[in-house]
Structure formats: structure tokens, C-alpha cells
């Protein structure tokens, strides 16, 4: 997806309404600028990481014997 925005005297953008529905933006969420690459990356702010994580695990249709095989899986991919 690609949009497009005018930068304002201010320095202000509008973040567009597809980009903002796509990532459920809503006013007063925070954004966060990275420099990458002579890039910039625009990403929502996490607030509370592990919060999210807990909400996002209560949507995955995954139990809790599955996860720990793949935590098991991993641990041997590190070592």
C-alpha cells in the first residue's frame, strides 16, 4: 500500500484515512519516526508491549502444549 501526504509549513502531515483505518489509528494513538537506511519508517507506538502481547494471545487459536513445542523448537535452533 502506498499513499501519499503533503507536508504542511508547520511540519504537520495527515496521516491518510486508508492508512489510518488499515492500522486502526484513532486520534490521540502515538507514532513513532525511524531513521533506516536514508529512509523513514512510520510505525503505531506500542504502549504497554507486554499488554499487547496478552491481547494478541487470547486471539491465536494455538494451545498452550503447541506453544511450548514451539519454544522447544526454537531453543534448539538457537543453540
Do not use: C, Y
Amino acid at each position: 500500500m502506498q499513499e501519499e501526504a503533503t507536508l504542511t509549513s508547520k511540519g504537520q502531515v495527515t496521516i491518510p484515512k486508508q492508512i489510518r483505518e488499515h492500522f486502526g489509528l484513532k486520534e490521540g494513538n502515538k507514532i513513532v519516526f525511524i531513521e533506516k537506511a536514508n529512509e523513514i519508517v512510520i510505525r503505531p507506538k506500542i504502549e504497554n508491549a507486554l499488554q499487547k502481547l496478552k491481547e494478541l494471545r487470547k486471539t491465536m487459536k494455538i494451545d498452550e502444549s503447541e506453544i511450548d513445542k514451539m519454544i522447544e523448537e526454537s531453543k534448539k535452533d538457537w543453540s
